[in-house]
């Protein structure tokens, strides 16, 4: 845990520019690996604390009482009931690495080239003409807005059909 | 009669900011197959701990003592490996704890996880599982067993949410049930329902019972034998008819009077003065001195749990009193 708190320390936009910078032509795959790899110190955080609310709810005690083995503790109790936070973690997280990948396209180190279209490089393409033609900005910026709602409202639904004491 | 469970001088202790407690100090217990025995004590008076301490689920800040012998059956529990004591844990000795309404896990239908606590230790398919564990929902006295195998524990009241965690504790047919205040947070007739089920199962089933509890109401007339805990040590013991008409220790008298009757002349109901000490407050000597009306100088040292010659033993100074 405390690597992961000091891996939270360092601006992500930083590491991910350092890699890019570094990495002569990242394609898109290994593009997705990266952001994935600097993209889950938070979550982890979160998951953690939610396991240690979770490990000390008597059911746990209960199932332990019962025989139940480690890995089935971790599979059947523990997981499932953190996953709520998860869950709106992992959407949280879409609508922030799409905006993430657009930054940095922006930027113009994005792993994602043409012909390849990016959102986030349309935005970019469109910075010149901003003033005669602003659609070629507002355009993929409202698609972003919308993939991110849109991600973000699949979540909450998720999280509510999962829960039975809601359902 | 040989013991199926015996507990010989159990110590746990907490190495604390504030120094080592002791809340459980030299325990000795002895369960034969088929019998019940009442726990009986205050809050605090470790008897939850020394229930957690059979199975190994203390928390991990505690220690169990070097002398502390713990045996189920001839094995060592205490010393024995994680993954053998694994296999005690709910086919061999079982436990039911205090409160239902959080001891089913929220995101399961209630069938399913007593389904998981007999696939936990039986391997059988799934359907044959879910067929005994409807069953067992049908022994414990639930009606429409098929429709509250579905349902999820919040759609079930405290009463049916026990008979559900006593189901699953019944699931591999254990020898052994501790029941840690099993009915505390239920309604009174409720509880007696309760009680009744697990008289029955253990008739039926053969299983020797622990039940841990604070109310010495349910215990008259329900258990063979009750040990009296006070301050981390039973102070008294024997069989429940004896202790319930010669109570010898100024603890247990002190106990039972404060328990209203429905037999006999109404009389005023006596507290016990004060409250159990924390484990860093006990006095030395008998732990019960400071709320103990007829306290003499020989209760400056401790008592040891000695025979009083009708089948029953008291830790208590007061029976050599010249």
């Known amino acids: ?167 | 009669m040989t013991a199926l469970l015996t507990i010989r001088d159990l110590c746990v202790t907490f190495d604390g900011r504030a120094g080592k407690t002791t809340p459980v100090d030299g325990v000795s217990l002895d369960l034969s197959a088929g019998e019940s025995l009442a726990l009986v004590g205050e809050s605090g008076c470790g008897k939850s701990l020394t229930a957690l301490a059979i199975l190994r689920l203390l928390p991990h800040t505690a220690t169990v003592g070097q002398g502390s012998v713990i045996r189920y059956d001839g094995r060592d529990l205490i010393g024995m490996k994680d993954e053998t004591l694994r296999e005690v844990r709910g086919a061999e000795i079982a436990m039911v704890f205090q409160d239902p309404m959080t001891s089913l896990n929220p995101v399961y239908s209630a069938g399913s996880q007593i389904t998981e606590a007999i696939l936990a230790h039986d391997h059988m398919p799934t359907s044959q599982a879910r067929d005994r564990a409807m069953a067992l929902l049908e022994e414990v006295g639930i009606a429409d067993p098929a429709t509250r195998y579905r349902q999820y524990p919040h759609e079930l009241s405290g009463g049916m949410r026990q008979r559900v965690l006593i189901a699953a504790a019944l699931a591999c047919r254990p020898k052994v049930l501790i029941a840690d205040e099993p009915t505390t947070a239920l309604d009174v007739t409720v509880q007696a329902q309760i009680l009744e089920v697990l008289d029955r199962l253990r008739a039926s089933h053969d299983m020797a019972v622990l039940l841990i509890t604070h109310d010495l109401g349910i215990v008259a007339g329900r258990t063979d034998r009750v040990a009296v805990m006070y301050a981390g040590r039973i102070i008294e013991h024997g069989t429940t008819t004896t202790v319930f008409s010669r109570p010898t220790h100024p603890y247990t008298r002190a106990l039972l009077a404060s328990v209203p009757r429905i037999d006999g002349p109404v009389q005023r109901l006596s507290p016990i003065r004060g409250s159990v000490p924390t484990p860093d407050a006990w006095p030395s000597g008998c732990r019960f001195q400071p709320r103990c009306p007829y306290v003499f100088d020989r209760c400056a040292d401790y008592p040891p749990l000695r025979d009083t010659g009708d089948g029953h033993q008291a830790a208590c100074w007061l029976e050599e009193r010249p």
């Open chain 1, 1 to 167: 845990m405390r690597t992961v708190d000091g891996a939270i320390a360092i601006p992500r936009l930083f590491i991910l520019l350092l890699i890019v910078a570094a990495w002569d032509s990242l394609t898109v795959v290994p593009f997705i690996l990266v952001i994935g790899a600097t993209g889950w110190f938070g979550t982890s955080r979160l998951v953690r604390a939610e396991v240690q609310r979770i490990k000390s709810e008597p059911f746990v005690l209960a199932a332990r009482a019962l025989g139940a083995t480690r890995r089935r503790l971790i599979l059947r109790h523990l997981l499932p009931n953190a996953a709520g936070p998860l869950l709106v973690a992992a959407t949280l997280a879409v609508g922030n690495v799409i905006l993430l990948e657009a930054g940095l396209s922006y930027l113009g180190v994005g792993g994602v080239r043409p012909p390849t279209p990016s959102w986030g490089s349309m935005i970019y393409e469109g910075k010149s003409v901003l003033v005669t033609a602003p659609w070629l900005s507002i355009f993929p910026g409202l698609a972003i807005l919308v993939t991110v709602l849109a991600v973000n409202l699949i979540g909450e639904a998720l999280r509510d059909r999962l829960d039975p004491r809601s359902a």
